[in-house]
């Protein structure tokens, strides 16, 4: 039995920010790479930046 659910994110780098936002399911949200942020988040940060690189599109190349 699995656990948990399936969602559709979208993903893009806001350059002028220096963040990667994210909307879920309709929701918009941001992730830094500041782990003294309120949104701060190093881990997820360079994981979304790897995504974003693997798919071609414009990302964050100094955490990767």
């Given at each position: 039995m699995a656990v948990g659910t399936d969602v559709t994110i979208r993903v893009w780098y806001d350059e002028d920010q220096d963040v990667i936002k994210m909307r879920i399911d309709g929701e918009l949200t941001s992730v830094n790479n500041?782990?003294?942020?309120?949104?701060?988040?190093?881990?997820?940060y360079k994981k979304?930046?790897?995504v974003l690189r693997?798919?071609?599109?414009?990302?964050?190349?100094?955490?990767?």
């Open positions: 500041n782990p003294e942020s309120k949104r701060g988040n190093p881990s997820m979304l930046a790897g693997d798919a071609g599109e414009k990302f964050p190349s100094g955490v990767l």
